[in-house]
C-alpha cells in the first residue's frame, strides 16, 4: 500500500515517542524503525536461507551463471556455480 513520505515519518517518530515514554518491557528493539542489536537466530536464517532457493540472485537458482575465475599471477583457475558464490570465495561485495 503506498503512503506519502511524510506520514512514514510521522509514525516512526510516534511510535520512538511511545517507546521513550513507555519504556515497555518486553519491546527487544530500542530504536523506531531499526533492527539494530539483535541477530535471527541460526534456526530463523536457516528457514530465510531455505526460503530463498530458486529466487533470482540464489546460488541455487536455475539460471546462475558458472564464473570462472583466474589468477594472473599464478595463472590458475577456480570455476564457481555462481556470481555470489564466486563474490563470497574472493571476499568481494558486502
Given at each position: 500500500?503506498w503512503?506519502?513520505?511524510?506520514?512514514?515519518?510521522t509514525?516512526?517518530?510516534?511510535?520512538?515517542?511511545?517507546?521513550?515514554?513507555?519504556?515497555?518491557?518486553?519491546?527487544?528493539?530500542?530504536?523506531?524503525?531499526?533492527?539494530?542489536?539483535?541477530?535471527?537466530?541460526?534456526?530463523?536464517?536457516?528457514?530465510?536461507s531455505?526460503?530463498?532457493?530458486?529466487?533470482?540472485?540464489?546460488?541455487?537458482?536455475?539460471?546462475?551463471?558458472?564464473?570462472?575465475v583466474?589468477?594472473?599471477?599464478?595463472?590458475?583457475?577456480?570455476?564457481?556455480?555462481?556470481?555470489?558464490?564466486?563474490?563470497?570465495?574472493?571476499?568481494?561485495?558486502?
Amino acid at each position: 500500500m503506498w503512503r506519502p513520505r511524510f506520514q512514514e515519518k510521522t509514525t516512526q517518530a510516534r511510535e520512538q515517542f511511545y517507546i521513550d515514554l513507555l519504556r515497555p518491557k518486553y519491546n527487544l528493539l530500542q530504536v523506531a524503525g531499526s533492527r539494530f542489536g539483535t541477530k535471527h537466530s541460526d534456526e530463523t536464517r536457516k528457514k530465510m536461507s531455505l526460503s530463498q532457493i530458486g529466487h533470482k540472485g540464489s546460488i541455487n537458482h536455475p539460471k546462475a551463471k558458472k564464473i570462472m575465475v583466474t589468477d594472473l599471477e599464478t595463472n590458475s583457475s577456480v570455476c564457481y556455480n555462481s556470481l555470489n558464490l564466486a563474490a563470497s570465495a574472493l571476499n568481494y561485495g558486502a
